[in-house]
């Protein structure tokens, strides 16, 4: 069974910075790419970042390109997303999911976390 647990949203300054975790199994880490996605009220689930299970590979959407970082650190079990230069665009529900490759449609994906809130504040 995979289980993803999202932590570290909270309210932050516009230009600040906020780190998400994603806290899983060493197995899920293994097998499936994880990817971040982000909801605000009224829109579509959106892709936002990417790691791939053997952690060589990231990929980003182009809105948060150059000012998030996706990484995995294995012996923690854990993938986080860096967010710096947050703008108050970047406020949502964030969260992580898994798949055994990774697609930037939602849909797609049969394991999410229950997400955590950001909200970035002017």
């Known amino acids: 069974q995979v289980q993803l647990v999202e932590s570290g949203g909270g309210l932050v300054q516009a230009g600040g910075s906020l780190r998400l975790s994603c806290a899983t199994s060493a197995r899920t880490l293994s097998f499936y790419d994880i990817t971040w996605f982000r909801q605000s009220p009224g829109k579509e689930r959106e892709f936002v970042a990417a790691v791939t299970s053997t952690g060589g590979d990231t990929y980003y959407a182009d809105s948060v390109k150059g000012r998030f970082t996706i990484s995995k650190d294995s012996p923690k079990n854990t993938v986080y997303l860096q967010m710096n230069s947050l703008k108050i665009e970047d406020s949502a529900l964030y969260y992580c999911?898994?798949?055994?490759?990774?697609?930037?449609?939602?849909?797609?994906?049969?394991?999410w976390g229950q997400g955590t809130q950001v909200t970035v504040s002017s």
């Open positions: 999911a898994a798949r055994s490759y990774y697609s930037i449609h939602a849909i797609e994906y049969d394991y």
